[in-house]
């Protein structure tokens, strides 16, 4: 939970099951941000082990070191530069070692990064990585390497990921990329580009893929995963001059919730995220008619003022949200519901910081991400807003915010007490090497005693005790699902 609230800066190095034997060079990567730059991160590990790379957990093995970075909020950009640091000073131990910097922050800075921060080699926007292995040879070359066009239609469906820091569980798997919204705060369309959807087949393969290699679970990933749509390629807005016939046979969100989970029954899927302003009802019919797509939602609101959503440009006001979560109960009783919240958004006042924290009452949000407003350069509010609310009422804002979570959190861990449910096992306990530690469909923690239990196991937990973030219980036995 503290990690949730926080959450600036998910960070993982390196580790591959799937090393090339022949493969002699050796890839450190490490990534920040959003899980679609985990999952990205993936697709470049396997671009490189057909260059001869495998992957290394030692940064000073490297010869060749890849950050993939993240733009949504300074604070972000901050923690990437201190890691260009510390691949400064292993390269003045090991002056070979190459470093490239991939993601949102190269496609941000360009060839400003080469410039400012010596030590950057190469510079790979989010759409260029299958153009990684000819950005080495200009490297080798002794030629500064940068490609951060973005493209209109690059999906990676092609490529198969190699899986990174993975406990052979939970996979990633993206089905979008890019996001149209152009929320004022955001700098997402500007690094990641148009909107586009990736085919139907060649996400059911990787599904298939990972269901043979034992997964469990999966989450598909977009910016927006509601406007996903796919009618033989391109971007959505093309979708207006597409034939009747394409328009008859295209494959919507939930059309493609529903080909995952009925192609992989004993899997759980996820998904996100969702956008309030996209979210169908039928996606809705469809988490309700497959038991294995898990019953929970991570709906961003970012604020409860109606004004200042509409200064965020969202398409949604603070009732149209309000309706969402009251159908998405009555659909699905007892979806678990996350939140984004963004606080000090420009102009923002008391009354619409109430109006936040009054939201936040209505629907008592499982958990949340929730942030202070970061300006970030060129994006509409930076041009058309001034950053007006202060440092300290920001702190002051969040703090309130981040205590009510905190409430919420609390009484939803509660009401478990006393249930049986079901829990993917993933891991061991960070805190016990005695329990094991998994999730219920509500993407709550649920924590207890090993027995003979395995990690990927579905086993019925009863809840005996819980604290604002974690459940704690005791299994009675297998899921049927197991
Ligand atoms: N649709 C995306 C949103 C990406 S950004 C998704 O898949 O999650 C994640 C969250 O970061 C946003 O929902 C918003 O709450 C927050 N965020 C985005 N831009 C921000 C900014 N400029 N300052 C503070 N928080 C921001
Ligand atoms: Fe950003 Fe809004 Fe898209 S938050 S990623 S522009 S939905």
Not at 36 to 64: C, H, P, R, W
Not at 357 to 386: C, D, H, I, N, W
Not at 435 to 457: A, H, I, M
Request: aromatic letters at 8%.
């Amino acid at each position: 939970m503290e990690d949730k609230i926080i959450d600036e800066s998910k960070q993982g190095a390196s580790l591959t099951i799937e090393a090339k034997p022949n493969n002699s060079r050796k890839l450190y990567i490490e990534s920040y941000g959003c899980q679609m730059n985990f999952s990205d991160s993936e697709i470049v590990a396997s671009i490189l082990a057909d260059q001869g790379y495998n992957t290394t957990q030692k940064l000073e093995d490297a010869d060749l070191v890849l950050v993939n970075t993240c733009s949504i909020r300074d604070k972000a950009e901050q923690t990437v530069r201190k890691r260009l640091e510390k691949y400064n000073a292993v390269k003045r131990i090991n002056p070979k070692m190459k470093v490239g910097v991939l993601g949102c922050m190269a496609e941000r800075l360009k060839e400003k990064f080469l410039d400012e921060e010596k030590i950057v080699d190469m510079v790979v926007g989010p759409d260029a990585y299958k153009d990684i292995p000819n950005l080495l040879k200009e490297v080798e070359d002794g030629r500064d390497a940068v490609n951060v066009l973005l493209s209109k239609d690059e999906t990676y469906g092609d490529v198969s990921p190699v899986r990174l820091n993975t406990n052979g569980i939970n996979a990633l798997v993206s089905i979008t990329r890019g996001c149209d919204n152009m929320c004022t705060f955001c700098v997402v369309p500007f690094t990641r580009g148009r909107e586009r959807s990736r085919d139907p087949k060649s996400i059911l393969e990787e599904v298939h893929d990972l269901a043979s290699k034992g997964y469990k679970e999966i989450t598909l990933l977009g910016q927006n995963v509601d406007s996903y749509l796919w009618y033989g390629g391109g971007l959505k807005k093309e979708f207006k001059n597409a034939s009747e016939m394409e328009k008859a046979t295209a494959t919507s969100f939930s059309n493609l919730l529903a080909m995952v989970a009925e192609a992989q029954p004993k899997m759980r899927i996820r998904f996100s995220t969702s956008n309030p302003q996209d979210m169908t009802e039928d996606v809705l019919h469809t988490m309700a008619k497959y038991p294995n797509i898990c019953d929970y939602i991570h709906l961003p609101f970012q604020s409860g003022s109606t004004r200042i959503l509409k200064e965020m440009n969202r398409q949604h006001t603070r009732e149209e949200y309000m309706q969402l979560i009251d159908k998405i109960l009555e659909i699905i009783p007892g979806c678990g519901i996350s939140q984004d919240i963004i606080t000090g958004f420009p102009t923002e006042t008391e009354e619409d910081h109430q109006d936040t924290l009054s939201l936040m009452e209505y629907v008592q949000f499982y958990f949340g991400y929730m942030f202070k407003y970061s300006e970030r350069p060129g994006t509409m509010a930076a041009r058309k807003l001034e950053d007006d609310i202060s440092e300290e009422t920001k702190k002051r804002r969040l703090t309130e915010i981040v205590d009510a979570q905190r409430g919420h959190s609390a009484s939803r861990t509660k009401q478990c007490l006393g249930k049986i449910m079901e829990v993917l096992i993933e891991r061991e306990s960070k805190k016990s090497d005695g329990d094991w530690s998994g999730r219920n469909q509500q993407s709550l923690v649920v924590v207890f005693p090993k027995e003979n239990y395995q990690p990927g196991d579905f086993v019925m937990v009863k809840i005996t005790d819980c604290t604002s973030a974690t459940l704690i219980g005791e299994a009675v036995g297998y899921s049927k699902n197991q």
